[in-house]
Every structure is written in structure tokens, then in C-alpha cells.
């Protein structure tokens, strides 16, 4: 390994949290100050210094960041709670369908008008970038009013948990789709079924024998004496559910999210009763580590110069305009004693790290030698997921504030 890489490695952990510090201090989500040190990092070049870009597209920064963004999704999935989606399944599925339908369909629109020339997986991509929905944003601005045990918050929450399950169904087929058709696969409806069957199999399979796997693993490693048994054990399990989802033919992001799904707290119990540490405290460092160098890597690749083409900015408004409207019609569907309509097509709007995560997904596709999203599009869609993430904290508090 370059040992430039290790100074460079520096600068970004360092930019990350000084960002990520600023943007907590003014009541915003610390992921956009990690986004934004990379996009000022990535730009550089256009005051003249290009001391950094070896390190931005280099393939062991890279690992670190796909590392990351693997621990992220497990981190996700361990927090979120299936007994307390299984209180609200049946609203939140309906409110969860309704905000991946339509704005997938308002992105595929879109950008077929917006960009003709472009063939149809990138406007499908388009669609799966604007279906997603960040819980962890929408999840922090309910805890921070105390309203996460509330009918409005268990809906929002369980319908951004289910909305990240199918978004990630969604992201397999799509992605699926586009490597069949760059290995010259014709394109068929069995194929498009073979990969949703895949998805949800693996899914319904990691759900339903899961927890029985992992209690069991979690039980024989505890007569192990040697510290850290927890996190080593937990991580094996994360790590071979990514890699048995790459298998089948998904994203290992698939499999990260579902090892976390399927962990319970009561498995860890012999673990924690010998003095471990909690599994959220003891993965926190590692994730403080690795995930922010994906998105400063995320932003390094986001060009400032494309926006001085007027139609990237056309771009980046229209996808904006669609991402709010699309999922404020999750607030016609919603229903349930105490639920505030308003408020749940609120929380449903940022897209955070999962839009991100897409939108990283879709550029690092080939098709006919020419990325799935190019750099002006790429540019675009994470302005998008700027300001949706940042228009949310305030108009959810405003609305949740309006409630008893």
C-alpha cells in the first residue's frame, strides 16, 4: 500500500467529523458535513491543487468505503425493531408501497424527458434512487421530540424500515437488469422474476432461519474467554450474509441489512452477563471509522464543474421537486388512531446515506462502456439528497410540534 494513503486518510477522517461537527452544531444531520468535506476534497483541482486525487480513486480507499457502508446497513438493520413494525404492518406497508411506487415512477418519467438519450436502466435507476428513505434521519428527529413511541412515529419508522427492504429488492433487480444486459442477456420477464425471487427468497430465508442460526452461534462462542467475542462473532455473521447475498446475485448491502434484521438482544445475553459491552457500543467505533470514509468518498466524486452546466441544474431541481412529491403522497394513505397525515409524508422525504448508497450503486455500473449515471447526473442526485435531508428536520419538527 502507498503509505500516502495513510496521510490522506488523515485529511478525510479529519474533514469528516470538523464537517460533520459544523453541521451538528447548526441542528443538521452530521452525514451531510461528511458529504460535504468529500465534495470539497473532490474539488480542489478547481483552486489548482491536485495533492488528493491519487487517493480518490484508489482502489484500497475504496474497500475501506464499501466496508463501511456494508457495517452501515447492519447497523441499520440491528436497529430496526420487527416486533414494532409487526404492530403497525399492516399501515406502514401501505404507506411504505405507496412511497416506492410513486416516486420511482415520477424518477423513470423524469429523467426520460429530461435525458432522451439515455437508455431506459438509467431512468429505472433514477426511480430507485428517489424511492428510497433514510430512517436514521427521519428516526433521530422523532427521538428528539420524544415522539418515536408515538402512532405517527411507529408508522413513519416501520414504513422507512419496509421502504428500505424494498428499495433494496428494488436496487437487486435493477442492478441485476443492467449486468445481464452489459453480458448481451436478452431481457425477459422470467429473468426479472428469477431476481425478485432471489431477493425476497433470500430475505424470507435470512428472516425465518436466522435468529435459530445466529442464538445458537452466539451461544457456543460464548464459552470462548478471549475478549471481543461479541463484536468478532457479530461481524462474521455480517460479513457472510454480504457475501452469501454478492452470491446469489444481489448487493452485499442486502445481506449486511438482513444479518442486522434478524439479530436480537436476547441472543447476546450470555455475552453481555460476562461483562461485554453492548453490540451497538462495540461496532460504534468501527463505524466512526469506516463509514464516513464512504461518504467522503461518496462527495470526492461529485464534479462542481457540472453545475456550471445549466442543465445539471435543471436536473438536480426537477429530481428535488419529484423526491418531495413523491412521497407526500404516503400522507393520502396513511390512517390509524393518533396518526398525523402531514407528518408522515414529511418523514418520509430524506434520502440520506440509502439515496446515497444507490446513487454510489448505479455509477459504479457499466453499461456499453459508460457509467449507468454519469458524472453530471451523479452530481445532481446528491444535491437532491442534500436538500431533502435538510428540508426534513425542520418541517417535521414544525408538524410534530403542531400535534398534542
Known sequence: MDANLLIALAVMLGAAKLCGDLFERIGMPAVLGELSAGIAIGNLDLLGWHVLDFAIGDHNLAFLGELGVILLLFQVGLESNMAAMARVGVAAFVVACVGVILPMGLGYGLHAVLAPERTWHAHLFIGAVLAATSVGITARVFKDLGRIDSPTGRVVLGAAVIDDVLGLIVLAVVSGLVEGANSGKSLDALAVMIIIGKAVGFLAIAIALGPWVSKRL???????????????????????????????????????????????????????????????????????????????????????????????????????????????????????????????GLGMIPRGEVGLIFAATGAGLMLDGQPVIPQQTYAAIVLMVMITTLVTPPLLAWSLRRTP
Request: net charge negative.
Open 218 to 344: 452466539y451461544t457456543a462462542a460464548s464459552v470462548l474467554r478471549v475478549h471481543g467475542v461479541l463484536l468478532a462473532t457479530s461481524l462474521c455473521v455480517c460479513l457472510a450474509a454480504a457475501w452469501a447475498a454478492h452470491a446469489v446475485g444481489l448487493a452485499p448491502i442486502v445481506g449486511a441489512f438482513a444479518a442486522g434484521l434478524v439479530l436480537d438482544e436476547v441472543m447476546f445475553h450470555d455475552h453481555i452477563a460476562k461483562g461485554d459491552k453492548p453490540l451497538e457500543e462495540r461496532l460504534e467505533p468501527l463505524g466512526q471509522f469506516l463509514t464516513p470514509v464512504f461518504f467522503v468518498l461518496t462527495g470526492a466524486h461529485v464534479d462542481l464543474g457540472a453545475f456550471g452546466n445549466t442543465d445539471a441544474l435543471a436536473m438536480a431541481g426537477a429530481l428535488t421537486v419529484a423526491a418531495i412529491i413523491g412521497k407526500q403522497a404516503c400522507s393520502l394513505v396513511a390512517y390509524g388512531e393518533g396518526v398525523n397525515k402531514l407528518s408522515v
